[in-house]
């Protein structure tokens, strides 16, 4: 293919430079924003006067026949063109002479891809929030449907105090949450069109980009030529709320595996998204689960690689930041990829309350508690910790729970507890009593999955 920018060289590139220059292998993905890009520009031209409106009916047709080409299959990519920008004009021209020759007029491939990404990377938002919203609705019924389960909560990875399983899942639903609000945040300084900026220094034509840019869905025009076409902090930034998201799906992913070994059998996760060992019969890997954790190194790796390239260059565009779209389309992919499977993963994982609640009667979960109900009844509460530290030595040493203990053996230790002590220190009182706001209690739960529905009914997160 003749080179479009055949001007002051040859264009006779060696093959291996054209093969290393090219692009169209991962920008390809953005021809539907290419050419709509290229069809509002046509328009701006000719409502300024640079194009005929015959000449702009010209481009329309022949942009949409690319498109629709392109769409049904019957246009292949020509995988050595340099990119998509120049595959679309070189193909129009094809269809339409002269008047595709004008479409670049007032443009440049620099503001261009600025504005290509942009428009692309806007949509990957609005499905990757809808993919965290899905996500969030089967973790939210899951913590409804097991509000009222207890198992033991951790710090350290050592049984800390009981708590209620939807408030533990309810913990990522909130973190999601924010995850999603992260990205539309982006979204909002995303949507600033760069298109008009042309090169670096604007244009001498007559043009009005704030137009075009409106006909874009664009929320404002960039201000600052050079600013528009060399920054690609709108990637970065996306990137950054992914690697936030992937860490806590990783997270989330972790405690998946952990719960649902042996060791814990806190969950099963269905068959569906479980694999086997090629030697081991009575395997049951949780690959869905580690694949997540290890994807999450993936997208950290995408958000450093782009950050690397893009930190010594000199203003306006180089070449370096075509490195920019493999790295940010991998980072929404992956996450895509991981908020498809994790979902139903969440929502067809069996709960085993029964599980849970051996687990929490072991390990001393409810001493806060004991130390509670000592300081309540005057007991200073650090003396109370002491006395309490004191009483589950002894239970560990004699083989007993805190539930197991005889009155009279507590009363040796201190003449404050009585009878009510073994109603303070139930596993199920111990969660109900955490009535602080955000704490583990029944009526907390309900408050967040409340909240958290609201949310996401009210489209308020939704962009
Ligand atoms: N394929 C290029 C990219 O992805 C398009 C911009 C090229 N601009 C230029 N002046 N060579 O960044």
Redesign the pocket.
């Known amino acids: 293919m003749e080179k479009l920018w055949t001007g002051v060289t040859a264009g006779k590139t060696d093959p291996l430079a054209d093969d290393f220059n090219s692009?169209i292998r991962f920008?390809s993905r953005m021809f539907r924003e290419d050419i709509r890009g290229s069809m509002v520009h046509a328009a701006m031209l000719e409502r300024c006067g640079i194009l005929t409106p015959e000449e702009n009916d010209v481009l329309q047709a022949g942009l949409a026949s690319v498109l629709a080409d392109l769409e049904s299959g019957a246009l292949p990519i020509d995988p050595t063109a340099?990119?998509i920008?120049m595959f679309v004009e070189q193909e129009l021209t094809k269809r339409v002479g002269d008047a595709g020759k004008k479409l670049h007029t007032a443009r440049?491939?620099?503001d261009q891809?600025a504005l290509d990404l942009r428009l692309c990377l806007r949509r990957e938002i609005g499905e990757i929030r809808a993919l965290a919203a899905a996500l969030i609705r089967a973790v939210t019924e899951q913590a409804e449907a097991h509000r009222e389960a207890v198992l033991p909560g951790y710090t350290h990875l050592q049984r800390a105090q009981p708590l209620s399983f939807g408030h533990h899942l309810m913990a990522y639903a909130m973190m999601l949450l924010r995850d999603m609000d992260r990205l539309s945040d982006c979204a909002v300084r995303m949507n600033v069109s760069p298109i008009g900026c042309c090169a670096l220094a604007g244009t001498t034509w007559p043009t009005d980009r704030v137009w075009e840019g409106e006909q874009l869905g664009f929320d404002a025009s960039a201000l600052n030529s050079m600013d528009a076409v060399s920054d690609r902090d709108f990637c970065l930034e996306l990137m950054s709320g992914l690697s936030i998201l992937m860490m806590h799906l990783s997270r989330f992913s972790e405690e998946i595996i952990l719960w649902s070994s042996w060791e814990f059998r806190f969950v099963e996760l269905s068959d569906a998204y479980t694999t086997g060992s090629s030697i081991m019969p009575q395997k049951r890997n949780p690959d869905m689960a580690e694949l997540v954790r290890g994807k999450t190194g993936r997208v950290y790796g995408d958000l450093m690689a782009l950050f690397t390239t893009m930190k010594g260059l000199p203003l306006a565009?180089n070449?370096d930041?075509?490195e920019d779209?493999e790295r940010v389309f991998d980072a929404c992919d992956t996450a895509k990829m991981c908020l498809r499977v994790f979902a139903p993963m969440i929502a067809s994982m069996t709960v085993r309350e029964d599980n849970m609640l051996a687990a929490a009667r072991t390990g001393f979960i409810n001493a806060t508690d004991l130390a509670d109900y000592l300081a309540g009844k005057g007991e200073p509460f650090r003396s109370a910790y002491k006395l309490t530290g004191q009483i589950v030595a002894r239970c560990a040493a004699e083989g007993l729970t805190l539930e197991e203990l005889p009155l009279n053996v507590y009363q040796s230790y201190s003449p404050l507890f009585e009878e009510d002590l073994y109603g303070e220190i139930d596993l199920r009182r111990c969660v109900e009593k955490r009535t602080s706001v955000g704490g583990t209690s029944p009526a907390s739960v309900e408050a967040q999955i409340k909240y958290v529905k609201e949310m996401l009914d009210d489209g308020k997160d939704i962009h």
């Open positions: 692009s920008d340099e990119d920008h440049s491939r620099n891809v565009y070449k930041m075509q779209k």
